[in-house]
């Protein structure tokens, strides 16, 4: 229901209908005049600042910054999964309200993440007549992939689908999407527990992976498509943790991003590595933890998450947090390198 008015006040926001024209909550109502929109973002350092020792207490790991980034548009705030630029200096993120936003990224001589730029692009997903969200309701993404071929996937929650946006351009989700199938059972999912994490394997393979419900030890439902085919597997949850994102490492492994939240104070965040993933109809992905994020580095509800791995073999984690568009949370950037 908060999130639901929030959507509603963006939407009747004098600033907001300036720039993207009315709301589609009339039958005819009109639609952006320009989408995307140039806005301004601003950002800082926080927490460990470079040359500052940190001790993760997993070897494989180098923690490389994060960053608070805050921008004056009423729909700035609740990212819910990113994309990464091959070069590592853009970014792409989806929001759960039903935008997108696209910048750049800044780093430190010695490449720490120290910011990003403060001009952005900021835009509305459209449904499949080409025409921005009415509700909320209809409006929920959650998940964020490459396509196979070209374009970007998208997944919603609470009306399950995923869409494919392909307007030709780089890190871009404007014009309307196609239909992309689904796997058998993905429609039954629970509102809140729907697809969070899409990714393009190797081969062009999509993996997809819902958040799950609350029933303490129940495992996530999860499926693969091959050859334009879906089989459906299972993704192993600890209590309390549920997969909110997931990305691609060296040699065909699968990183996951987890999330437990059971009331104030409890929030943990940990990243896990499924190694040599069973990708046959039943199987069960198992992922073992690498590294709960500690109390030493800034902690939110960390929800979106991509790798970039270097010609020299270097791979770059990037999470992005959703604030929830409360004044109590952020919007943090936080980036690790995995060694080799």
Request: proline fraction near 6%.
């Amino acid at each position: 229901m908060k999130k639901i008015t929030i959507f509603l006040t963006i939407l009747i926001c004098v600033s907001f209908l300036m720039i993207f024209g009315a709301s589609t909550k009339l039958k005819n109502a009109e639609q952006p005049v320009a989408n995307p929109i140039e806005i301004k973002l601003s950002s800082k350092p926080i927490g460990p600042l470079e040359g500052e020792i940190v001790d993760l207490n997993v070897s494989q790991l180098k923690y490389m910054g994060a960053i608070i980034i805050d921008g004056t548009h009423p729909a700035f705030g609740g990212f819910s999964d990113l994309i990464v630029s091959d070069s590592r200096d853009s970014f792409l993120t989806i929001t759960d309200m039903g935008f997108w936003l696209r910048g750049k990224l800044l780093y430190s001589k010695k490449g720490q993440l120290i910011g990003v730029s403060t001009e952005a692009e900021l835009g509305q997903l459209l449904n499949l007549k080409g025409e921005t969200f009415a509700i909320k309701y209809n409006a929920d993404a959650e998940a964020l992939s490459r396509a196979p071929g070209s374009g970007y996937l998208v997944a919603y929650e609470r009306v399950h689908r995923i869409n494919h946006y392909n307007s030709g351009k780089e890190l871009d989700l404007s014009g309307p999407p196609t239909k992309v199938s689904l796997p058998q059972g993905m429609d039954k999912l629970s509102n809140n527990g729907g697809i969070e994490s899409l990714l393009l394997l190797p081969n062009d393979r999509l993996l997809a992976i819902a958040e799950g419900d609350n029933i303490f030890g129940s495992n996530s439902f999860a499926a693969i498509k091959n050859d334009g085919n879906w089989i459906n597997l299972e993704y192993e949850r600890v209590p309390d943790f549920r997969p909110t994102s997931a990305a691609n490492l060296p040699n065909r492994n699968i990183l996951t991003l987890e999330r437990s939240y059971t009331g104030p104070g409890s929030l943990q965040i940990r990243l896990c590595v499924i190694n040599n993933p069973p990708l046959k109809s039943g199987s069960k992905l198992i992922p073992k933890e690498l590294l709960r994020i500690p109390k030493s580095l800034p902690l939110d509800n960390f929800e979106g998450l991509d790798t970039v791995t270097n010609e020299d073999g270097r791979t770059f984690i990037y999470i992005i947090s959703d604030d929830n568009f409360s004044p109590l949370q952020q919007t943090i950037l936080m980036m690790f390198e995995l060694k080799k």
